[in-house]
């Protein structure tokens, strides 16, 4: 393989050709913005900076935060003191530090927009406006708003979330997430260096009511829309069955973050994913053990061993958690209720919040720890397939 070209430079993007360029492969990243501001939390959780020290180990700005309040709109507040702290960046400085890395391992970076894509002697021509450039493999991070239709996720309806929000010029240190009884999503607030990013995501909704849900929320909690400024975008969030047709690889490209649908569908967690597919698939492609032609299946299946399993599995309890009913409450009201009662409930939701306790061994743990108590019962229900059905998840 002579020459990779890498399509968006967002974190997925950026991992990918640094990794591809560090191991000595021509490796050409198009993206047409560089770094910006993505609408994003910008949170990073200890699983994905402690797997990628470079996360850490940077000098962007961003917070360290230390303390969560969860609150459910009947249940009330519980206080979460992370033993693993959450960094939070703005994501044009997050970008920045991620396109310089992969400059500094040798990628040529361009700021290009991918405008087509034609099949040629078993290699690419990729159109932009100045030209083409002509690759031998395609690495597609595009983000969600992939719009090289022959490449990537095969959106439906139902396979994502609508986010939107305000950066608020307020400094702030602690994260607050807000849920609602019967409302598929929630209402965050990341703290970032200088301002805050306070937004709502949600699935099935209608954007207009979201934005109203959150301006009555932010007017209650005091927090002005005065110099803010306002942004949306779409959370992947696929659907149990669509995990199983996703189109995350063919000949000749392998599709990495949100070009991908690579997000939990839970939480809205998509950078470390963006990361973990793009160090996935430059592995795949620098293996000299696969032949170019087996190369889109290997990614697949490191993708299926290392966490879509998991992922696919989420899918079937998001819907259960936002908007099932335990004891005439809803899910996340009563997980706060427990947690302000138990120690083992909150070690659990500390680990959530981590990212070091996967979907698949999550009912196990909550039968384990809290054995003998109502909530076995609860939890047990949560996680069972009962109320909705496979087809509906
Ligand atoms: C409101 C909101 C809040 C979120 N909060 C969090 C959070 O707190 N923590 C978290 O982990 N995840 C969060 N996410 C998810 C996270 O933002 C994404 O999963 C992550 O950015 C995916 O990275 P990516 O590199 O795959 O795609 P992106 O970051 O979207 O990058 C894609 C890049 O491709 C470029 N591009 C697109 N098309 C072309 C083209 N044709 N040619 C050239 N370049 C192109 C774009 O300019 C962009 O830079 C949030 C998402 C939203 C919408």
Avoid at 346 to 370: C, E, M, P
Wanted: include cysteine; glycine fraction near 10%; charge should be positive.
């Amino acid at each position: 393989m002579k020459r990779v070209a890498v399509l968006g430079g967002g974190p997925a993007g950026s991992v990918a050709a640094a990794r591809l360029a560090e191991a000595g492969l021509d490796t050409i990243l198009l993206d047409e913005k560089l770094a910006w501001e993505k609408p994003c939390g910008g949170g990073i959780t200890w699983k994905a900076y402690s797997q990628y020290p470079f996360l850490i180990d940077n000098d962007a700005p961003r917070k360290v935060i230390r303390r969560t309040l969860l609150t459910e709109t009947r249940a009330g507040t519980a206080t979460l003191e992370l033993t693993e702290p959450l960094l939070i960046y703005a994501r044009k400085d997050l970008n920045g530090m991620l396109l310089e890395r992969a400059a500094r391992m040798g990628a040529r970076i361009e700021k290009e927009r991918a405008l087509s894509l034609e099949r040629r002697n078993g290699g690419w021509r990729v159109r932009t406006r100045c030209g083409a450039i002509e690759a031998d493999y395609l690495i597609v991070a595009t983000g969600a708003r992939n719009s090289l239709r022959e490449v990537g996720t095969q959106y439906t309806a139902r396979d994502s979330m609508c986010a939107l929000g305000y950066y608020v010029p307020v400094e702030q240190n602690h994260v607050e997430i807000q849920f609602f009884p019967g409302f598929e999503g929630y209402i965050w607030v990341f703290p970032r260096c200088g301002h805050l990013s306070a937004g709502i995501c949600g699935k099935n909704q209608a954007s207009a009511a979201m934005r109203q849900r959150l301006e009555d929320w932010m007017d209650e909690r005091g927090i002005s829309r005065r110099d803010a400024v306002f942004y949306g975008h779409m959370i992947p969030a696929l659907e149990r069955p669509s995990w199983r047709s996703n189109r995350v690889s063919g000949e000749g490209w392998a599709a990495v973050g949100d070009a991908a649908g690579l997000v939990d569908p839970v939480t809205g967690e998509g950078i470390y994913y963006a990361v973990r597919s793009g160090d996935l698939a430059a592995q795949t492609l620098l293996d000299e053990a696969h032949a170019p032609s087996a190369k889109h299946a290997v990614y697949r299946s490191l993708l299926h061993q290392d966490f879509i399993e998991d992922l696919a599995f989420a899918a079937g309890l998001a819907k259960r958690f936002f908007l099932q009913q335990v004891l005439m409450s809803s899910v996340p009201g009563r997980m706060i209720e427990f947690m302000r009662r138990s120690p083992s409930m909150t070690a659990i939701v500390q680990d959530l919040f981590a990212g070091t306790q996967n979907y698949l061994a999550l009912k196990s743990r909550l039968l384990n720890s809290l054995n003998g108590t109502m909530l076995e019962a609860v939890m047990g229900a949560i996680l069972s397939r009962r109320v909705v059905k496979e087809g509906e998840a």
